[in-house]
């Protein structure tokens, strides 16, 4: 088994002030390459967002029921324990206005498992946030049991301010992430315009297969694009804008299972 005793939850980070209503979606891409782990890991992080705008990040953690340890031979995990009843810091580090939900709503995670988790919301306030998590995680080397208790400080959430979309003065091609992503049906993806003309959208999946391309005609300022993807496979695509010989670049995840 893989070496995942302790940098194998870096991203175990949820809020105590889950919402029963919201549900959160696995990354069935991420899980068909069989790994252990969560995604995303450190080094892809979350999306960022910005003030205003809805904000969604889901995870996937799939926990393993057993690694190796120098010096300890085989482990089992037994479970993993976010811990809830700290005060410091307040929300675990979240961006006023968001929250996080999921599966396992107490937050304990058993071995040979997965789950997912989701933080959502509209962020209020521009900056920063490092995220701070307290983990304990409990294994057996048998016949002894163990507990290592770790506080990670890995992951970041960077909220921008507002983008200016609504300012009929913006003078920036900018480009969205997709809301809802993953998504299962209709996606927008805003966008603003430093003057008018025409735009064009194009959706590749990771093969650089052009899946669809469509235009439009858009004014200084404020645009959005509908993506409907009821008909696309499950996975990862990247959508493309291109506007007077600029273009951006982002992903989108499709979770039609």
Known sequence: MKKLYFAFFAVLFFSFYESKSQTCQYDM??????????????????????????????????????????????????????????????NYGLPPGLSLAGTPANFHFPGNDTSCMVIYGTPTTAGTYMLSFQLKTYVTEFPFSSVNTQTLTYYKIVINTPIGLNDATASKFEVSNPIPNPSSSVSLIKYSLPKSGTSKLSLYNTLGKNILSKKAEGKQGENSFELDVNELASGVYLYTLEFEGKSITKRLIVNND
């Not at 890991?41 to 904000?55: K, L």
């Not at 690694?67 to 085989?74: D, E, H, S």
């Open 29 to 90: 891409v991420w899980l068909a390459t069989g790994e252990y782990g969560v995604w995303p890991d450190s080094a892809t992080n979350f999306v960022s967002g910005n003030v205003g705008t809805p904000y969604t990040q889901n995870v996937t953690i799939r926990v393993p029921y057993d690694t190796t340890v120098a010096g300890l031979g085989n482990v089992h995990f037994s479970h993993i324990d976010l811990q809830t009843n700290i005060s410091s810091p307040v």
